[in-house]
């Protein structure tokens, strides 16, 4: 980042969209810092930040364009589905879910850590319009990225302190995810259990 500078930010904020494990925490509070001692400005650091959260979310959104609805469904109805407990209805219900809630879930997910990148692929599978898509996600990258590289900037040296602090929301996000997740496949599961009764 020292050496390429703004260039350098758009492609690690690109790829950690890609590869959600790599920590936007990082990179952004480091970029803040950065702004103390070399020619890079915060605006800017935001400004490459954002491009490359874009340019992440838009392969991402490729990516679920290619693994459509029918396609899933498809794999629903089979051998997969059975194993996972899905049906077709299940994958139809989701889409029905993304087309109301779509805009607020991309908008509220871009603020949270591995699921910012990640909510780009159902938007991509339920055809989200590409200038909501890319508005929503902009809206959400720029609080994200805001908040990080100013955060880096305030805090000069410590940026350390921040992407660790940064990193345990990560983590708490994490588990209530994963939490609701599975409590949401057992809610599901027993519905269908209490329907076939």
């Not at 603020?111 to 319009?129: D, F, K, N, T």
Request: overall charge positive; hydrophobic content about 50%; glycine content about 12%.
């Amino acid at each position: 980042m020292e050496q390429y500078g703004y260039p350098g930010i758009l492609f690690l904020i690109a790829l950690e969209n890609i590869f959600p494990p790599i920590p936007s925490e990082v990179i952004l509070t480091f970029g803040g810092f950065l702004t103390t001692y070399t020619s890079l400005g915060v605006p800017g650091v935001v400004l490459a930040a954002t491009l490359g959260s874009l340019a992440g979310a838009a392969v991402l959104y490729g990516a679920g364009a290619l693994l459509n609805k029918e396609r899933l469904k498809k794999l629903a109805a089979g051998r997969a589905g059975k194993l996972l407990g899905l049906k077709p209805e299940d994958v139809e219900k989701a889409d029905a879910w993304f087309q109301k809630k779509g805009r607020r879930a991309v908008f509220f997910c871009r603020c949270v850590p591995v699921v910012r990148s990640l909510i780009s692929i159902p938007a991509g599978m339920s055809r989200m319009e590409l200038p909501q898509f890319f508005l929503y996600t902009t809206a959400g990258s720029l609080i994200w990225n805001i908040l990080l590289v100013s955060l880096g900037a305030l805090m000069g040296e410590s940026w350390r302190y921040i992407a660790y602090l940064a990193g345990e929301y990560s983590h708490v996000m994490l588990i209530v995810l994963g939490i609701s997740l599975i409590s949401g496949l057992i809610w599901l599961l027993g519905n269908r259990k209490i329907k076939n009764l």
